[in-house]
């Protein structure tokens, strides 16, 4: 299997890798085609996929901030089950932010993931590809490490139509597993910065920035 990074939209990896997207995501959280140009050519965003016999069978997307010293998963995708796509897909990753840390002189302070909730809301379909129902994800994501910051959270919705988007929890994976708490500023920071590409913001998601700003720290959980 091959792990090949996509930074163009006129890429055949890409119009696979936006199929699969459609296929496993709802729509509501897959951006256009046409709107990956400027992300796709962004050398702070990271897009990869995984080759198998010429095919996409899994996809991944990233970044790291330098001045945060931290990386946000935007996304994985697991096209067929039975091949390991899911942990080459981690393993990759997780080699390739760490050099981008060691790079910046420092070891990774932690990752960002917004996970689905699947017992708030059951009504993911997913392709029917069973690796990436939310059940099975959570509890994927909960071993790789990551924890639930104790906030209720939305996203605007990709669409950019001033809805939010529920159903979710916001995860922080921390590379040292005895730190409890993260600082409320970075979590503010973090998805203003994340979410500046999108004009149209619901009054739900800025009515939670608001009272994040009133905290100093924000506790994580278990998954």
Known sequence: MEFIRVNNIEDPLFAKMHTLLGEIFPPEEVLEFELWKEPLEDPSIRVFVAVHEEEVVGATEYRYYPNWNIAMTDFTIIGQSGLGIGRFLAKKREEDLQRLAHENGKTLFGMFAEIYDPYEREDFAFGG???????????????????????????????????????????????????????????????????????NKPQRWLDMIDELKKKENVELYPL
Request: charged content about 25%.
């Open 129 to 199: 590809v069973m690796a990436m129902n939310p059940y099975v994800r959570r509890e994927v994501l909960s071993h790789l490490g990551y924890k639930r910051l104790d906030f209720e959270y939305v996203h605007p919705s990709w669409k950019n139509d001033g809805e939010a988007v529920e159903g979710l929890d916001f995860c922080f994976m921390p590379t040292d597993e005895q730190v409890t708490e993260i600082p409320a500023s970075l979590v503010v920071d973090f998805l203003t910065d994340y979410y500046s590409v999108l004009s």
